[in-house]
């Protein structure tokens, strides 16, 4: 990064925590590179879990990192991420970058540092997706009441430190509308990073269904079971999370888990597929690309993220959109995809207009940008 000043400004990278590779990290690990001198700052770092290139950065934790069984439990410290979050110091740094999905925009900055969010949501566990996380299906006696405790503070603390940022940018044009929802801010959009080179072109149409997905209750993977148990066909699952042991004990026998598994064999598996199937609903979809990528169509859920990249129309089909989240709903696409024709080649030109190179070049104007129009003054009031 270049400016017209004498001094390169010190940059920190703000992400939640750093336990595996999903499309925040994904996020994270493009900044790490158009910005190789920041330093990284998390909640929490299992080490091993992230790429190199985000390994091989500075990374500094707060004190959660330090406390029993964090490393896998962290999510169950959620009513001390604001405290940890508020607590690291950022005093050295000139722009700070967070990376927000629940607490990192929190964080506390001199007046003269520019803070641009980059926001994946607002923090879904407490706001649109609360029942899903923690009703009596998904949670706990004790981890509902102590929830109902703490989610009151924590929606008020969300609220309140949506002031901290100069400037949102959000993942998608449905995170955009949330942000100015909950938060009454503004937010620029820029799509997430992704790395189309990964994956290969293929023509060859593929005898099975494809998911790949944490297993958390929003992914509604258990939609995606009931309707395959229904029509028999092979559905290959990969992915693993809370949800594990519940979703394997749903599924007959014409469905497969492999467990996360690396780039090659997601490779192979994206070209080997007839379709992907994505059941839940998201902020952005970075996995429904990467199969557009590999030439082959989403069945998507219709709602939230994927409406702007799942497009079912005459004039481009890079996929089918459900309306209802019910097995019916999911029954009735897998069938009308069945007897549809696509175009590899055109699921992967749509895909390439959202590469990682575009993000990269896109986030490096934009910080560029606003760093050189910076004035103190302009955060909010």
């Known amino acids: 990064m270049t400016t017209e000043s004498h001094k390169q400004p010190r940059i920190a990278i703000v992400h939640e925590w750093l336990t595996g590779m999903r499309g925040g990290e994904k996020c994270v690990e493009a900044l790490c590179e158009v910005f190789p001198d920041a330093t990284l700052f998390t909640l929490v770092h299992v080490k091993g879990s992230v790429s190199p290139t985000i390994g091989a950065m500075p990374i500094r934790t ?21 405290t940890a979050i508020e607590r690291l110091d950022l005093r050295e740094f000139d722009i700070v970058i967070s990376s927000n999905h629940a ?33 009596k299906n998904s949670s706990g006696l004790l981890t509902r009441a102590g929830m109902k405790l703490f989610v009151n503070y924590l929606r008020r603390w969300d609220v309140r430190t949506a002031k901290n940022p100069h400037f949102f940018i959000a993942n998608s044009r449905n995170v ?11 937010a620029d959009v820029i799509y ?65 888990f492999l467990g996360w598994q690396p780039d090659e064999v997601l490779r192979k598996h994206f070209a080997g597929c007839k379709a992907l199937v994505f059941p839940g609903e998201e902020d952005f979809g970075i996995v429904p690309l990467e199969a557009m990528a590999s030439g082959k169509p989403v069945i998507a859920y219709a709602k ?38 696509f175009s590899p080649k055109e699921l992967r030109r749509h ?29 909010q009031p």
Not at 176 to 186: D, L, P, T
Not at 313 to 322: A, N, P, R, V, Y
């Open 62 to 82: 707060s004190f959660i990192q330090h406390l029993p069984f964090a490393q896998k439990r962290y999510r169950h410290y959620l009513p001390l991420f604001p």
């Open 103 to 135: 607490v990192a925009k929190g964080v506390r900055t001199k007046p003269e540092t520019l803070h641009i969010c980059y926001c994946h949501t607002p923090m879904r566990y407490i706001w649109n997706l609360y029942d899903e996380y923690f009703g």
């Open 176 to 186: 955009q509308q949330r942000i100015s929802k909950i938060y009454g801010r503004e």
């Open 192 to 256: 997430p990073p992704v790395d189309t080179s990964l994956f290969q072109l293929s023509e060859t149409p593929g005898n099975y269904f494809l998911i790949v997905s944490a297993f958390v209750p929003y992914k509604r993977i258990d939609l995606a079971i009931e309707a395959f148990n229904r029509t028999g066909e092979k559905l290959v699952i990969i992915g693993s999370g809370p949800d594990d042991e519940k979703l394997r004990s749903m599924a007959k026998p014409n469905i497969e």
């Open 304 to 341: 939230g993220g994927a409406l702007e990249t799942v497009l079912d129309s005459d004039d481009l089909k890079t996929g089918i959109l459900f309306k209802e989240q019910t097995v019916e709903s999911l029954v009735e696409a897998i069938r009308t995809l069945n007897k549809t024709t």
């Open 351 to 379: 895909a390439l207009g959202f590469d990682r190179e575009v993000y990269k070049k896109k986030m490096n104007e934009y910080v560029l940008g606003r760093w050189k129009s910076f004035k103190p003054e302009s955060r």
